[in-house]
């Protein structure tokens, strides 16, 4: 069979003219770029795929979807709405409400999701974060953030393939980076977002590294973030930084909600504060 | 602190529990170092026993170390739980201020730390436990660059340990602790060259 829109897919454009493509799209915003100036996220929907998220923390606001991980009847991993879980059984490591009250931060008008991936009961289970990932893509949230990454070989081109879906579905995956040179996904993939931690104090600052793997670099170093029971903690990691990423996305799609990942990534590059605009035709430095 | 809501006697099931004499000497040798590198109040390694899905603590050094060797509580909760499941270290400050580990360590030890570094004990692709270092010198706890030493230095004695377990069946007891010690002192002797005198002797 040779259809050019098997499963709504276009392989080809045997059966298809240019106006059968005719499709609206956003443009990136008007340089030079002003993240400030940028929405607060309203109507974008933020998934954070984590340890899960303490509802009603006051730094993390309404979760509007609170979802976990859990094996099934026949024991094969699904994900089930978990209702809102206040302190105790929400999060049991802190981690993911500390991603979401980063976002809510960035982004006070997102609407946040959370699906627990780690915790009790999923210690290191690569599985359960296929399970999560898998099922945020499918949903076709506009933004999901993922402060993990694993370093197991036998997942690598399962989530490659998920991190391909998403970026061809609309969905900005945005992903933690190591701060050393340990080989782990997907932040690796160039079909997500990559962040690290930079070592300024300026709690808007994000910048873009000329050599990647690594794209993006934000407030990660001595940051105070939403913990468990209500509190806050002073904090330092890779994966504080990739919430602070993905409430920028969550923003720009809020005044420009036809941005495509690619065009979302494209518009961070030229907000970065190292980046400046050359005159035409010149390269480099110059 | 959230992250241990029930501090338990080790029972000594599970091979976290296990652990050799050459283990011992090597683990209590990563936590002297560990401590003596950020200046702190006390190190511990924490082991994951996969059979009970907890973390044991394996070695101490100072504050705890007489009582919590051998204590466990359930993986996957609180700070060192996250670096467990993650494989990612991370510094957390201000914890007495907010009154964590104020329920259960605190309970265990009569010692409440303010600040607590963590690091995975990673090897290939697996994490075998979590290196915790409590209270820290202050220039230890907001600082990328002395959270990547620690996970450098936990990457290395997760290799060591490796190499002991992986070694233990196939060589006498003797060789297998002079190895590991071998190579936790070389990585002591490059790591203290490189540390200011102030932050390898207080806390």
């Known amino acids: 069979m040779t259809t050019g829109t098997a499963g709504g897919l276009t392989w080809s454009l045997r059966d298809r003219s240019p106006e059968d493509l005719a499709m609206l799209a ?94 009790e009961g999923f210690t290191g289970s690569g599985e359960a974060l296929l399970t999560g990932l898998r099922w945020a893509v499918d949903q076709g949230f506009d933004v999901v953030n993922l402060s993990l990454s694993t370093t197991r070989p036998k997942f690598l081109e399962t989530l ?96 420009h909600p036809k941005l495509t990942p690619f065009q979302i990534k494209h518009a961070l590059y030229l907000s970065a504060a190292n980046v400046r605009i050359g005159e035409p035709g010149t390269r480099g430095e110059a | 602190m959230t992250q241990s809501p029930g501090l338990v006697p080790a029972t000594g099931a599970g091979t976290a529990t296990r652990a050799g004499s050459a283990e011992h000497d090597l683990l209590q040798s990563v936590v002297d170092t560990a401590r003596a590198i950020f200046g702190a109040a006390a190190s511990s390694v924490l082991l994951h ?62 010692y409440v730390p303010d600040a607590l570094m963590a690091a995975p004990l990673a090897h290939r692709d697996r994490v075998l436990g979590v290196l915790e270092v409590l209270d820290p010198a202050q220039q230890s706890r907001s600082s990328l660059s002395e959270l990547d030493l620690l996970a450098l230095f936990a990457r290395q004695a997760a290799a060591a340990l490796a190499v002991i377990t992986d070694r233990r069946q196939e060589e006498p007891p003797s060789a297998v602790r002079a190895r590991g010690l071998e190579l936790v002192a070389a990585l002591r002797d490059v790591l203290l060259e490189g540390v200011p005198a102030q932050g390898a002797n207080e806390g």
């Not at chain 1, 309203?42 to 094996?71: I, K, L, M, N, W």
């Not at chain 1, 209702?83 to 979401?100: E, F, I, R, V």
């Not at chain 1, 793997?213 to 990691?237: C, D, H, L, S």
């Open chain 1, 160 to 255: 490659r393939a998920l991190a391909d879906q998403a970026f061809f579905t609309g969905t900005t995956l945005v992903a933690s980076a190591h701060n050393t040179p340990v080989e782990s996904f997907p932040w690796r993939f160039s079909s997500v977002i990559s962040v690290g931690t930079h070592r300024e104090d300026d709690s808007g600052l994000f910048l873009y590294n000329p050599a990647p793997p690594v794209e993006f670099f934000a407030p990660g170093q001595n940051v105070q973030v939403a913990w468990t029971g209500g509190k806050t903690i002073r904090t330092t990691g890779n994966s504080f930084a990739t919430p602070f990423i993905s409430g920028m996305c969550a923003r720009l799609l809020g005044t």
């Open chain 1, 26 to 119: 956003d443009t990136v915003p008007d340089l030079p770029a002003d993240p400030s100036a940028w929405s607060g996220g309203g109507g974008v929907r933020v998934c954070v795929v984590d340890t899960g998220v303490e509802c009603g923390h006051p730094s993390v606001g309404s979760v509007q979807g609170s979802y976990e991980v859990a094996p099934g009847p026949d024991g094969t991993l699904g994900v089930v709405d978990s209702g809102p879980l206040p302190d105790g059984a929400g999060d049991a490591c802190g981690h993911g409400t500390a991603c979401a009250g980063i976002v809510r931060r960035v982004a006070p008008d997102c609407e946040l999701y959370s699906v627990r991936v780690l915790g």
């Open chain 2, 49 to 110: 026993d996969r059979d009970t899905d907890e973390l044991v603590f394996q070695a101490v050094a100072g504050e705890g170390e007489e009582s919590l060797v051998g204590s466990r509580f359930p993986a996957g909760r609180g700070l060192a739980g996250w670096v467990l499941v993650s494989g990612e270290p991370m510094i957390a400050d201000d914890l007495r201020e907010q009154g964590m580990f104020a329920k259960d360590v605190a309970k265990a030890t009569g």
